[in-house]
């Protein structure tokens, strides 16, 4: 198959900004307008969601993403992709459920059982799934509860199990969060308002209505639909890796889509034309967020020589300066809650002024809440200091 014309990575970025909604004039008025425009966001770190979601919103704050999150409901977390939590629209769920959410959830539930068996005593599969309906019942009662809570009534969430016994990293785990994690990505239970602030990672639980059943290969397909029309072009590792499927059903569902092949990768069927241009623009994204990981292949928009700085060894990028369709440089918040931030090439004096107008607005709606990335980077950890 002969690939057509190819979009240049300039006319990549103009997409990045217009799609991702990092343009001021195209900024969102909801969370839910946000999450879709990213197709979901990165939930890993309970800050990222909100912060993310900040730098798209034309009046950013905490509470609206609260009542996404734990009113209306109308934003959910998955365990999914590449088995990392995230938050999608409720109309989306079903499709990453099906897609992605369940397949991980198979594979917890063997390896949950196999650790079981090994790390703790009298546990089987029938003991397991007894466990489940006892803890879905009593969260049925009580509404929402923690992990803590829900142990009064069913005991066993309060077994451990010694991990790599012997080794400088043993260390015990809890059946409890364990099997919660569990029913989450399974999509039986989500996690409540936090206990504490916004970025807590305390939360109770709540059940979770269940999702109409989609077929998973529709599913897929779905996915990878909305991954194209905000991330395309791309390539088939592009999809391969954001997905964290196989490659067979990555080419599948690119496949069923009937996904153009461009010069730059896939795109949808009458999606092979540029965006029109934007005004210039910056951005502070922060840790984790769904931009800076869209693709695997980043040299269109990154310098490979600037990823020891921003990126840690796991591969998970912090928080991120960027002008015009690229990562110039890193921000991080003091102690102070001032906003630091350093550029690792020179954009000009206009991407300067544009940069500290932003630093300016982060800094005004977080209000002095101290942000700490839950994966630190070396850059982060220098300009926090």
């Known amino acids: 198959m002969t690939a057509r014309p190819s979009l240049t990575d300039a006319q990549r970025r103009v997409r990045l900004a217009r799609r991702h909604l990092l343009v001021p004039p195209l900024r969102a008025d909801t969370v839910e307008a946000v999450a879709d425009a990213v197709v979901a966001l990165h939930s890993s770190d309970p800050a990222t969601v909100y912060l993310s979601a900040g730098a798209r919103l034309a009046r950013p704050g905490a509470a609206e993403v609260d009542r996404a999150l734990y009113e209306d409901v109308t934003l959910v977390r998955l365990l999914a992709m590449r088995r990392t939590l995230f938050a999608v629209t409720e109309d989306f769920a079903p499709h990453v459920s099906a897609g992605a959410a369940r397949p991980v959830a198979a594979r917890e539930r063997v390896t949950l059982l196999k650790h079981l068996r090994e790390h703790a005593e009298g546990w089987d599969e029938a003991r397991l799934a007894r466990t489940q309906e006892r803890v879905l019942a009593a969260l049925a009662r009580h509404g929402e509860a923690t992990t803590a809570e829900l142990a009064q009534d069913v005991p066993e969430l309060r077994e451990t199990m010694l991990m790599s016994q012997g080794k400088p990293y ?48 529709r599913a897929r397909a779905e996915i990878v639909r909305r991954w194209l029309a905000s991330y395309g072009p791309g390539t088939e590792a592009d999809v391969k890796w954001w997905t964290g499927w196989t490659l067979r059903d990555t080419r599948a569902a690119l496949a069923d889509l009937g996904a153009v092949e461009t010069g730059a990768g896939y795109v949808l069927p009458g999606d092979e034309e540029p965006d029109a241009e934007v005004e210039p623009w910056a951005a502070l994204l922060p840790a984790l967020d769904p931009t800076a990981m869209g693709w695997r292949g980043r040299d269109w928009y990154l310098d490979p020589d600037h990823v020891p700085a921003l990126y840690d060894r796991a591969g998970n990028v912090g928080p991120t300066v960027w002008w015009n369709g690229r990562i110039v440089g890193a921000w991080a918040q003091r102690p102070d809650g001032t906003i630091a931030w350093r550029t690792l090439t020179d954009p000009g004096r206009e991407a300067q002024h544009a940069v500290e107008a932003e630093a300016a607005r982060l800094t005004a709606w977080l209000d002095g809440k101290r942000i700490t990335p839950r994966f630190r980077t070396p850059l982060e950890r220098e300009l926090a200091t």
């Open 170 to 217: 043993e260390a015990r785990q809890s059946v409890g969060s364990r099997l919660l994690r569990l029913l989450a990505s399974d999509g039986h239970v989500r996690r409540a308002r936090p206990r504490g602030s916004w970025t807590s990672n305390v939360h109770p639980w709540a059940p979770v209505p269940q999702w109409p059943e989609v077929p998973a290969a």
